[in-house]
């Protein structure tokens, strides 16, 4: 069946360090891929997508791009803030049926001043 | 964009009483419902899935008598969780997929969660 890998964490930064965080997916066909951020105590917001290879998908400077060749939609942002600290999750979506995600287990985030 | 609340946000119940979740879709007809639980520092896991106007789908292990699951109408949802036992605390997630006037979403809207604690 389809599936997500993500890195294991927690992922522990200084402020204004560099970030990846990794994902590839196991799935058939072309599904489509997303990172969702869990801020502490909240539900899961929509942080970027991407439907088809090579598309890169970016949001408040984060950014990813739909590796088919590899199967990975690796998250990573050039400089990181206190305030990005939260659970990150890969997640990915089939088309033609209720676009249930398959997510990740989730990767913490903490960034230090 | 799509928004989905929850209510209540957070509540506190003794064992052996119901409680309630509401699930709503504020600006878009949510036809799929869906139902989330989460464990501390562990991935969401699919409770089940609603249809509007349809009983829900529960996955495997999840008991539908434990877990009632409502779609009365396409803004809305209620879990509703029956005799609660403080192994029911958690973080209950709702999301919803949909249409909005001529657009159809392909992917789904979290709500913000409701955290259940049972004494």
């Known amino acids: 069946g389809d599936s997500v890998t993500q890195m294991e964490g927690p992922v522990t930064l200084s402020e204004e360090a560099f970030l990846t965080i990794n994902c590839t997916y196991t799935?058939?066909?072309?599904?489509?891929l997303f990172w969702y951020v869990q801020y502490p105590g909240e539900g899961l917001q929509l942080l970027l997508k991407?439907?088809?290879?090579?598309d890169k998908g970016s949001n408040k400077g984060f950014e990813a791009t739909y590796r088919k060749e590899t199967t990975s939609f690796h998250l990573e942002k050039g400089s990181v803030q206190v305030s990005d600290s939260a659970v990150y999750f890969c997640?990915?979506?089939?088309?033609?049926?209720?676009?249930?995600?398959?997510f990740g287990r989730g990767t913490s985030l903490i960034v230090h001043p | 964009g799509a928004v989905v609340s929850q209510h209540p946000s957070w509540v506190i119940c003794k064992s052996g009483t119901s409680v309630k979740i509401e699930c709503r879709s504020l600006?878009?007809?949510?036809?799929?419902m869906f139902w989330y639980r989460q464990f501390p520092k562990q991935s969401l896991m699919l409770m089940a899935t609603?249809?509007?106007?349809?009983?829900?789908?529960?996955e495997q292990g999840v008991e539908k008598d434990k877990f009632l699951i409502n779609h009365a109408s396409l803004t809305l949802s209620t879990l509703t969780v029956t005799s609660a036992h403080p192994e029911d605390s958690s973080f209950y997630i709702c999301?919803?997929?949909?249409?909005?006037?001529?657009?159809?979403?392909?992917?789904?809207?979290f709500g913000p969660g409701t955290r259940l604690t049972v004494l």
């Open positions: 991407a439907t088809k290879a090579d």
């Open positions: 999301s919803a997929s949909g249409t909005s006037g001529n657009i159809g979403y392909n992917e789904q809207f």
């Open positions: 600006d878009f007809q949510a036809t799929t």
């Open positions: 609603s249809n509007e106007g349809s009983k829900a789908t529960y």
């Open positions: 997640a990915l979506t089939k088309s033609g049926g209720s676009y249930i995600p398959t």
């Open positions: 799935a058939t066909g072309y599904p489509s």
